[in-house]
């Protein structure tokens, strides 16, 4: 299905080392690369960056 392809469902994981996630998707053909998001961490209780984890 083309839907899936261009846009892959991905996990992004926290930095701050908690463990947390945040499912979302993404555009293949916008952002090749992997995805870093500056998003809240709530087991320490402040925005962290989360990278994309495959």
């Known amino acids: 299905m083309a839907r899936n392809e261009l846009r892959p469902i991905i996990k992004l994981r926290s930095t701050a080392g908690t ?3 945040y499912v979302t998707r993404k555009n293949r053909r ?3 690369d992997r995805l870093v998001l500056r998003k ?3 087991l320490v209780r402040r925005h962290v960056d989360f990278r994309e984890d495959r």
């Open 30 to 32: 916008n952002d090749p």
């Open 40 to 42: 809240f961490d709530p």
């Open 19 to 21: 463990g947390y996630t």
